[in-house]
C-alpha cells in the first residue's frame, strides 16, 4: 500500500502523539491542523480502509470515522 503520500500532510511537521489525544481539546487542535490539508482525503480514506481506530485522520476523530463507516454500511444495505 502506497503511503508516500503522508509525508505532503500538514502533520508531518508535528509531533506524532498530537493526532493521538486524551481530551476532546487536544482532539479540537489535532483537526485543526488537519484543515486545508492537501492530503486530507487521501488520509481519511486510508484509515477509513484500514479501521484505524484511534487518533485524529484527515480531520476526523475516532467517533467521526465510526458514524461515517456506519452511514457507508448502511447506504450500502438500502441500495
Request: charged share 30%.
Amino acid at each position: 500500500m502506497d503511503t508516500n503520500w503522508m509525508a505532503r500532510g500538514d502533520c508531518a511537521t508535528h509531533h506524532p502523539d498530537m493526532f493521538f489525544p486524551s481530551d476532546g481539546v487536544g482532539v479540537e487542535v489535532a483537526k485543526r491542523v488537519c484543515e486545508g490539508c492537501v492530503v486530507q482525503d487521501r488520509c481519511l480514506e486510508y484509515a477509513l480502509r484500514n479501521r484505524i481506530d484511534h487518533g485524529v485522520w484527515g480531520g476526523c476523530s475516532e467517533r467521526q470515522r465510526r458514524r461515517i463507516l456506519r452511514a457507508r454500511r448502511l447506504a450500502a444495505t438500502a441500495a
